[in-house]
């Protein structure tokens, strides 16, 4: 397939590049540096690889318009969050009533916890160490709730666990939309491990204008 990853050269963008490549897929890498995108793809794969520089707030269908999926894997800082709002907003408009699929990479304070299964940006919300970063979670909590007013477009949304951090995959506990623990009690989400879920996804459809969530077994 074509697959299109807006934000590549993060940490989550880079691993889908590399996953995705792995299997053979043809995947047009987005960012906003030059440099960072030449450093994506050095061996063989390199040939399956093309790249386009530009602020997502540029962003075009034209430039979109070959793509059979695209992995919305953008990050903002805190003082820009509402450009996930706005992200998810432009490319719903672009792809109404399209054949191109959308994946939507949100955050774990749109998950559910705890025996009420309240929203876990609540309790980040009173957490006094992640106040610098809060208006991210908030903002991509609202990605989904506009996401799930959208049906007329082919989209799925995917969180990571509380701890979503760099690394290879490992084997992938999934479930809908209340956050994951694994067995020592841990919740986490390597980078890898997220990669190789969405391109299960991609490959396997098995949700449909939903958002589900992944975390390290």
């Not at 093309?50 to 540029?58: G, P």
């Not at 719903?92 to 054949?99: D, N």
């Not at 957490?127 to 049906?151: C, Y």
């Not at 391109?199 to 204008?209: A, F, R, V």
Request: glycine share 6%.
């Amino acid at each position: 397939m074509n697959i299109t990853i807006i934000g590549a050269t993060g940490m989550t963008g880079k691993a889908l590049v590399n996953e995705a490549l792995m299997r053979g897929h043809h995947v047009l890498a987005i960012g906003r540096s030059l440099e960072k995108l030449a450093k994506l793809a050095t061996g063989k794969d390199s040939q399956q690889l093309m790249t386009i520089a530009k602020d997502v707030c540029a962003l075009t269908k034209a430039d979109l318009a070959d793509s059979d999926v695209i992995v919305d894997a953008f990050a903002s800082s805190p003082d820009q969050a509402y450009l996930h709002v706005d992200l998810a907003t432009k490319l719903i408009a672009m792809f109404r009533g399209a054949k191109q699929r959308l994946v939507f990479i949100l955050g774990a304070g749109s998950l559910k916890t705890g025996e009420d299964h309240h929203l876990f940006v609540h309790d980040m919300e009173q957490n006094p160490k992640v106040q610098a970063i809060i208006e991210v979670p908030r903002n991509q909590f609202a990605e989904l709730t506009f996401l799930r007013t959208v049906k007329n477009v082919d989209w799925v949304g995917v969180s990571p666990s509380i701890n979503f951090h760099p690394g290879a995959a490992t084997e992938l506990l999934l479930g809908k939309d209340e956050l994951l623990f694994n067995e020592k009690g841990v919740s986490e989400t390597s980078a890898g491990t997220m990669a190789v879920a969405i391109l299960n996804e991609i490959e396997k459809p098995q949700h449909q204008k939903e958002r589900f969530t992944v975390a390290d077994r």
